[in-house]
């Protein structure tokens, strides 16, 4: 066996590990993806949640997956439908087989579809294949249970602990698929679990078993396939998801600041992973504080800002329901403050796990009075860093709470994330009242250029200043009710937001004769792009303009809007995008491509969607 | 350098003539003047209401902020610069009411906040409806045939929330208020000081009992700290435990003498007795507890966040962005 493989090269290929929550499936497809990033590959991968706190082991809601999109030159998305299924029980299969692509290789463990098994999976017979229609051809049915049990066991482990290991002999498996480098993996392991060797060499023994199993046996039935790497940009790289980029942008933010980070927060999917990232680096002086609710999160982090801190909070939809009179206040007091929402599905507890661009309107008008606040939407997991960089640096130079919007889809998938040097980032620098003023300062006088005021940190003598929730009088700072200092107010609040500098909207693909230009915002740049390229790619002229800044707008934003012959919105909600836009520029009337499934966009489905507007 | 009472003062007061609030600032000031902390090296942050207007009349820095949130924002200002002095100012609704939340919750935590809750037991700003202190039965514009409903009484929530510290002073009563504020700026961690003040609009008259000099030598009892429990126009009484409660008892009767008189505890862990002198007076022939009830050190959040900071510097071997991202795993592309 194993004398002439054919190797098939790739472009691109979507590998997908399914399996129990407790099967480790996002362990091997985190060790995939790093394997493939090491070799210079692009990456995009994505994690699929089940719903259930803790379903029964091998039920139908219990599965829990994990995609990685691996690419020669540059993937976007983690891939519509895999090549590669690995179904760890039947339950997997079951729910899992309608992300495979026609043809797609699917790899089973033949000891987790027992009787038993098959019920929980709801199959009718044991001809489970048959049942699905699925090719036998295309599978590789192994024991893995009994495999890893073999190959254990001299170790003198328990058949639980052995059992954790499956997951490791399916990815040896795939890694022999891709003819993947096992150096890179073993040194992995051998750094995650660098305080327990033990269950570094057993991951590592599993890893080379499942790897020689497909080398010594299953030459006949697949190809060995082989991504190369193109494009390569050099540099240090590292995986990140959404979430953990977003910590580490404000986190660089605060230190190029030479600020205290100041998270309040209250647990909440999907934004608590950043709430964990953060709490894990007190050795950078980054105090956490997780609170009593929502309203504490936001409220305290107000009065960290006042007491000269970086302040944010993190959340979902829900907890920017419970901020919102916070964040109001942060508004009128003219204060930095970074509020962090990752979307998820709503309304209400609406999908807890899953990913929605539902809550732009809420961003943008949910508070009460004229609350202007600028919303920056971050477009990927790596993105993730500097829109959290930029929303920081936003904050604390102009005085005023900045909404950072990611999405489950962005926070909880990841991609290769080549190491920043902080010395690159643009420095930050907050409005501290000059000493000179001292005598004769007064807390809403205002730079007339920018017009934004000065911030005086309680500790400096002779600032002595009192901020509030009620209107002010436009320079004193003094509670008025006076009608004209009201108006004038409202509208020194809402300039000053409007003279925020924002970068100028760029226009990918086809900028100067496209049929169609694509508009969206947010998580979904990775699906629109693919889109597009796959449009261009059948001939068609198409050009993509992607918001991330969508308060204020861009300056030319406008101007690119009103360029092309049809322009469609797409987003993940019923079009407050296009509402948005529609109200910023005369005479905007887009198409619409709407979706709320609670499921990143289907490429396929955006493509067939832009052929019709573009043959309309 | 000594500051005086100006050097805390700023504004006219714009309160009722007669409400509680003005006593209570003038308290305020002079027991920041006495403790001598810096006018801007303080912070006092109050939610709304008539009694939260006061940190207008601070010539400290301050925070007027929205309603029932100043215990939450003065816990983000105490731990983002424990440096700063933070006094935060709620009345019974803004701080039990809908920001009870933050209240039990910063008293858990014993963030040092020195935590004053103005007592009127009305809502004045609102004009007039009942508060979560009003008692069972009160009439007011919300409640026109009496509430159904039991008030808190703060020092049980304060102590229900492992309050370590909780006194009670008369708005009208200078000296004892001073005293209480001082008291609870020496403590470190959440200080819970009730000021029993009057509403001279909404509900006059509601702690007559206790607000002029003359009934409070009849109906209230001065508890300090080591001495034994002694009230009356001639300290002619005294307060003794009876099974599972307390007792008044009169000094030279009954062959009591004042040795066997309950000597206060207020640093004594055990809350049991410190809340029964604390829910005394509830029209049941016992005194007003007033001073400082219960003090007792414990461990404050602002401290232990700070030690923890550094804990964790002196173990971890990453201090900077550039060292964190050494920390992850790392592949170079070449």
């Not at chain 1, 926070?411 to 000179?436: D, H, M, Q, R, T």
């Not at chain 2, 858990?108 to 103005?118: E, P, T």
Request: with cysteine; net charge negative; proline share 5%.
């Amino acid at each position: 066996m194993g004398e002439k493989l054919e190797v098939k090269e790739l472009a691109e290929v979507a590998v997908r590990f399914s399996g129990d929550s407790g099967d480790g499936m996002q362990l091997a497809g985190n060790i995939f993806s790093t394997v493939s990033a090491t070799v210079g590959n692009s990456i995009s991968t994505f994690p699929d949640y089940p719903a259930d706190i803790r379903a029964p082991q091998g039920s139908l809601t219990g599965v829990s997956g994990f995609q990685v999109h691996i690419g020669a030159d540059m993937v976007y998305t983690p891939g519509d439908k895999c090549d590669v299924l690995v179904a760890m029980n039947a339950a997997a299969l079951k729910t899992q087989y309608k992300y495979a692509k026609p043809g797609a290789a699917i790899i089973i463990d033949t000891d987790s579809f027992g009787p038993a098994d098959l019920k929980k999976a709801a199959f009718a017979t044991e001809d489970y294949l048959g049942e699905m229609g699925i090719d036998p051809d295309r599978v590789i049915a192994c024991p893995i249970t009994q495999m890893v049990k073999d190959c254990l066991a001299d170790s003198g482990m328990d058949v639980k602990a052995m059992l954790k290991c499956r997951n490791m002999f399916a990815l040896g498996l795939v890694c022999w698929l891709f003819d993947r480098d096992l150096n890179i993996a073993f040194n992995f392991l051998k750094d995650k679990f660098a305080k327990k060797p033990g269950v570094a060499e057993a991951n590592i023994k599993v890893i080379q078993a499942g790897y020689d199993y497909g080398h010594n046996t299953h030459s006949s039935v697949a190809n060995v396939y082989r991504i190369e790497t193109k494009n390569k940009v050099p540099g240090r790289y590292m995986d990140i998801t959404g979430n953990k980029a977003t910590a580490y942008g404000f986190i660089a933010a605060a230190e190029k600041a030479g600020l205290k980070l100041y998270l309040g927060s209250y647990p909440i999917t999907p934004a608590t992973d950043v709430l964990h990232e953060l709490s894990k680096h007190k050795s950078l002086g980054v105090t956490t504080v997780q609170c009593e609710d929502e309203i504490a999160g936001c409220a305290s982090a107000v009065g960290a800002s006042f007491a000269g801190a970086l302040g944010v909070t993190s959340t979902s939809g829900p907890g920017i329901c419970l901020k919102s009179e916070a964040m109001n206040l942060a508004v009128i007091m003219e204060l930095p403050l970074v509020v962090l929402d990752v979307q998820r599905g709503g309304p209400a507890t609406g999908l807890p796990t899953k990913s929605e661009q539902t809550d732009l309107l809420q961003a943008l008008f949910g508070r009460n009075g004229e609350s202007p606040m600028p919303v920056i939407a971050a477009t990927s997991p790596t993105d993730c860093f500097d829109a959290a960089y930029a929303a920081a640096k936003m904050a604390l130079e102009h005085m005023t709470p900045v909404i950072l919007m990611t999405d489950a889809y962005v926070a909880n998938g990841s991609a290769a994330f080549k190491l920043p040097n902080l010395a690159e980032y643009p420095a930050i620098n907050p409005p501290y009242v000059p000493e000179e003023l001292k005598g004769s300062w007064a807390p809403y006088l205002r730079n007339p250029e920018t017009g934004v005021r000065y911030w005086a940190v309680p500790g400096r003598e002779g600032f002595q200043h009192i901020l509030g929730g009620l209107e002010k009088d436009n320079k004193t700072g003094a509670i008025s009710t006076d009608p004209e200092n009201h108006d004038l107010m409202t509208h020194l609040r809402q300039e000053k937001i409007n003279k925020i500098q924002v970068p100028d909207l760029e226009v990918l693909g086809d900028k100067d004769d496209a049929d169609l230009l694509i508009v969206g915002f947010g998580g979904t740049y990775g699906h629109l792009h693919a889109a597009m390229d796959e449009l261009r790619a059948q001939g068609k002229k198409v050009a993509l303009a992607h918001f991330k800044y969508i308060n204020p707008l861009p300056k030319n934003a406008a101007e690119v809007l009103k360029k092309y012959k049809r322009v469609v919105v797409a987003e993940q909600n019923m079009g407050q995008l296009a509402g948005w836009l529609r109200m910023k520029v005369d005479n905007f009337v887009p198409e619409q491509f709407n979706q709320v499934k609670g499921q990143p966009f289907v490429v396929s489905e955006l493509v067939e969607a832009f052929n019709a507007i573009i043959n309309k | 350098m000594a500051y005086t009472v100006q050097d805390y003062k700023k504004g006219q007061p714009r309160w009722c003539p007669g409400c509680g609030d003005h006593f209570f600032l003038a308290s305020l000031h002079k027991a920041m003047a006495e403790i001598g902390v810096e006018p801007w090296n303080t912070a006092v942050i109050s939610g709304i209401g008539c009694s939260s207007r006061l940190p207008h009349y601070m010539a400290t820095y301050g925070m007027n902020t929205i309603h029932g949130r100043a215990a939450a924002i003065a816990t983000g200002c105490k731990v983002a610069n424990p440096d700063l002095t933070v006094w935060q100012v709620s009345g019974d609704g803004d701080g039990l009411a809908i920001g009870g939340n933050h209240f039990i919750h910063a008293n858990r935590r014993n963030i040092n906040l020195n935590m004053i809750l103005l007592n009127n037991r009305i809502y004045g700003l609102t004009k007039g409806q009942y508060s979560p202190t009003s008692p069972r039965g009160f009439v007011s514009k919300s409640s026109p045939y009496g509430t159904v409903e039991d008030p808190f009484r703060p020092a049980e929530l304060c102590f229900g929330a492992r309050g370590h510290f909780f006194a009670r002073a008369v708005a009208t009563d200078a000296p004892g208020t001073v005293e209480i504020l001082k008291a609870a700026y020496n403590h470190k961690g959440a200080a819970v000081c009730e000021i029993l003040q009057n509403c001279v609009i909404f509900n006059n008259g509601t702690h007559d009992a206790v607000y002029s000099k003359e009934g409070r030598a009849k109906n209230a009892i001065y508890v300090q700290h080591g001495k034994p429990l002694i009230f009356g126009e001639n300290n002619e009484f005294g307060l003794m435990q009876e099974g599972f409660g307390l007792k008044v008892v009169k000094i030279g009767e009954n062959g009591i003498t004042e040795k066997d008189i309950l000597v206060h505890d207020a640093h004594c862990e055990d809350n049991t007795l410190q809340l029964k002198l604390a829910l005394m007076g509830n029209g049941d022939g016992f005194p007003v507890a007033l001073g400082v009830i219960r003090d007792v050190d414990a461990p404050t959040y602002d401290d232990c966040v700070t030690a923890q900071i550094e804990e964790v510097k002196a173990q971890k071997k990453y201090h900077n962005f550039a060292e964190l991202l050494e920390t992850n795993d790392i592949w170079e592309v070449k």
